[in-house]
């Protein structure tokens, strides 16, 4: 459960995310495909390196996802469920594999809002994104 506190750190970091998903989520690819090559198994139909319209697009949809996870905090569960759906049964990625992402997403914040990404922000978006990952990953059965 989020406090009113942690709703308020999320949305003021989305409201500085929205308009720029396209960006934010590429950054957040090439982070993560970097950083943890491994991840990259899940990818292969977009070759070794994908480029940077691929990473655009791509990362678009992923940070669309979250935005309207922002958008449904209280109901994830049910606005994910699709999402949970597709991550488990037909692209099977390891669980393991959220951690990884939620890490690059909270470098990603970091450097760009740099001081304005407070302790505090970083703990709420911890949480939400752990929160995300729970319900994406709780059709593995
Ligand atoms: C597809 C979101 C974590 C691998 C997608 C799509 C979205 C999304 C919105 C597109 C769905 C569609 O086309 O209908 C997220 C979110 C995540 C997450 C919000 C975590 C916070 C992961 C992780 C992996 C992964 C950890 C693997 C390392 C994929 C792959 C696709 C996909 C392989 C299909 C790509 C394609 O169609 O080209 N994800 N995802 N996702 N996701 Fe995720």
Redesign the pocket.
Known sequence: MLSAQERAHIAQVWDLIAGHEALFGAELLRR?FTV?PS?????R??GDHPDEV?LL??GQ??????GV?VQYMDNLRAV?S??AD??AQV?R???S??P???QC?QVVLASHLQGEFTVEMQAAWDKF?TG??VV?TEKYR
């Open positions: 993560l943890y991840t990259k198994v899940y990818f139909h977009l691929q697009n791509h949809r992923v940070l669309q996802a979250v996870a994910l699709p999402l597709l991550h692209l990625v390891d669980p594999n959220f990884l992402v939620i997403f994104l995300i990952a994406l």
